[in-house]
């Protein structure tokens, strides 16, 4: 099975690029890679694609890794507290309802964390939302806008 799907695995692996270590041991740790050695495979693919071409900066990603990210955000900058915030984005289960649970977890940021804290994570969280989710972006790139003359 794994020999025919390799291609495929190739083709994932890329398409996450340098975290791929980070977000296969997240999936696999919750239970959605039921194989570790699927996990091997795509930490094979990923070497090779690095040996071949060194990493450039991904400045657009995916709704899905922004929303992942935006939950280690949260849980560096709130720690035990955020599970407030992060309710939101569990529940969104549409790319519309995961927008929108984006927008409302940084909006409650901006209440819970330091300005400068906030803004920082709303700037990141807007510099991973891909290009086809440009209503997403323009409401998170506002929030941190305005928190500039205060930070």
């Known amino acids: 099975m794994f020999a025919t799907a390799s291609a495929g695995v190739q083709d994932i692996a890329d398409l996450i690029g340098p975290q791929v270590h980070n977000l296969v041991n997240d999936l696999f740790a919750r239970g959605f890679v039921p194989d570790k050695r699927v996990f091997e495979l795509l930490e094979t ?3 090779s694609t690095r040996a071949a071409n060194p990493p450039t900066p991904i400045k657009r990603r995916s709704l899905v890794v922004a929303r992942t990210d935006l939950f280690d955000l949260i849980e560096r900058v709130r720690g035990q507290k955020s599970d407030v915030v992060r309710q939101h984005l569990r529940g969104a289960d ?3 309802r995961t927008g929108e649970a ?3 977890c940084i909006e409650l940021l901006v209440e819970l964390a ?3 804290i ?3 994570v709303a700037e990141q969280v807007a510099d991973m939302l891909p290009d086809e989710d ?4 323009t409401r998170v790139r506002a929030v941190a806008d305005s928190l500039r003359h205060v930070a």
């Open 114 to 116: 330091e300005p400068g």
């Open 118 to 120: 906030a803004m920082r």
């Open 45 to 47: 693919a990923a070497a």
């Open 94 to 96: 549409t790319p519309e």
């Open 134 to 137: 440009q209503q997403w972006t």
């Open 102 to 104: 984006m927008c409302v």
